[in-house]
């Protein structure tokens, strides 16, 4: 997906307050400002917004040498869902379609994000998650998909959200499927690593492998031969988060993306209102490219 | 005044509202927001954020052909101000401080900004101020300090907001001041120009002048030489505004501050919470410098 204008100004909002988080010094918030400056005055409009939010990690990480601002908060939200987990795990067990409930919750998980801003109430996401119309909703073309389907790699997006997504990898498991988590190569927003995986005890349920870069989102191109290679072999492709639609919107794969449209140019880019839930399979995206 | 680390940010929103404003292309808008990454990139941290609004209105103007996109917006605010002049004269008029009732009103039409956002009460905002508290309020030496005073120049800031001032400068009137009105030498936002002021018949009840340059607020030295012999030759100067503010808040003049901190670094600068009502002599200023 291409950059939009509104992209510009949301990553200066985003560099402004990771600066803020990061350092009290102000020329320091100044410099990384400036910095962010250079490189969007020379930007190409192909460039995916995720790649600029890769710079500016970089940059911050030069300016203050901090790499992982946001630890604390990710530490805070992954406790958060963590206490929710085991009534959302009763609620998907005695739900009338345990596959749909546990799609809802792991949609809900989403509306966390520091690219976006700072504060967060995730219980009442979720309450408004499991009522909430779909914008886009291709749940039946999924499932008659899903039966043919061996191989499933599940591509995470934040902290506290993959907790959600273990309850939506165990009822894949429960059908038989094959569920590999890809998380992000490195700490990068508020966004999901290795390091979360195991704090939330997900590598405990099934095998979770880093995608190679540290990125809010996945460039095909920026990520390990490891990933690229789970991602040839995948029957399917569960894609969570604007990040990683942004990145693999355009690209031929056997996808479905589930995500809040948190943003308007995503919303506009799919045809939906800002704050919409979206169920979309690949083969719809490449309608709408 | 200097730059904060959150001008940078407002101002890449300032242009993308001006922008969208102006053109649907969204090349040009992507032109606007590029070209401004270029001079924020290689900006000093001694600008004043006025001055880059101002080469916001230039690169505009380049890249589609429009100086005044705001034009109806001001036409609007000004002819919603007008239909609530009779009624806020007459509430001047009857009022127990009719100076003080004036100053009120006049600060609560600099709610309207649209370097700021897009959409303002000015209804609600004038009922608001009537009854807010003042965060700094030297009246008491202000009110002093007119007694001795012939000449004052009056820097108004934005259409709509002119009319209110107008109340103030008849009030002044009264107490056989000597009262001219500066304007902007150019359109740039929804700021008052002269065309703004023969509209709500401004220049009917004192003289206005304009003050020689299309930037909102006023940076001294480019400012035209008639303006500057009317600010050396005044007695007291009335700066209406967080713009005039942020140009003039380092002169040694005998200045008295009128504003709405509607941002949150010039809140900081004044110590205040955003949204304060500020009346604060120059003589004050100086001190917080």
Chains 1, 2 share one sequence.
Not at 237 to 258: T, Y
Request: charged share 20%; hydrophobic share 40%; aromatic share 6%.
């Amino acid at each position: 997906m291409q950059l939009h204008p509104d992209c510009v100004v949301c990553m200066f909002q985003q560099a402004l307050r990771i600066a803020k988080a990061t350092t009290d010094d102000q020329q320091k918030q100044w410099e990384i400002l400036n910095r962010l400056a250079k490189e969007m005055a020379d930007l190409p409009v192909t460039t995916i917004s995720v790649e600029i939010a890769g710079r500016i990690r970089q940059i911050v990480a030069e300016t203050t040498g901090e790499t992982n601002p946001y630890h604390q908060q990710k530490q805070h939200y992954n406790d958060i869902a963590l206490k929710l987990y085991p009534h959302l795990r009763e609620l998907v067990k005695n739900s009338q379609d345990p596959l749909l409930t546990a799609i809802r919750i792991a949609i809900a998980g989403n509306i966390v994000d520091f690219g976006i801003g700072d504060t967060f109430d995730l219980e009442k996401t979720v309450d408004d998650s499991l009522n909430q119309e779909f914008a886009i909703f291709d749940y039946q073309e999924f499932r008659q998909q899903l039966t043919g389907v061996q191989k499933i790699l599940y591509l995470a997006d934040n902290t506290g959200e993959i907790v959600f997504d273990r309850l939506l990898v165990e009822i894949l498991q429960k059908q038989g499927k094959q569920v590999t988590v890809a998380v992000r190569g490195g700490s990068v927003l508020n966004d999901a690593t290795l390091e979360d995986a195991r704090y939330v005890g997900l590598d405990e349920v099934c095998e979770v492998i880093g995608n190679g870069a540290a990125l809010p989102g996945t460039v095909f191109s920026e990520t390990s031969s490891q990933f690229q290679q789970h991602f040839h072999q995948a029957d399917l492709i569960v894609s969570k988060g604007q990040g990683n639609f942004e990145g693999l919107s355009d690209m031929d794969a056997p996808l479905v993306f589930l995500l809040k449209a948190k943003c308007s140019p995503i919303a506009q880019e799919l045809g939906v209102e800002p704050g919409s839930m979206v169920f979309l399979a690949a083969s719809k995206t490449r309608q709408l490219a």
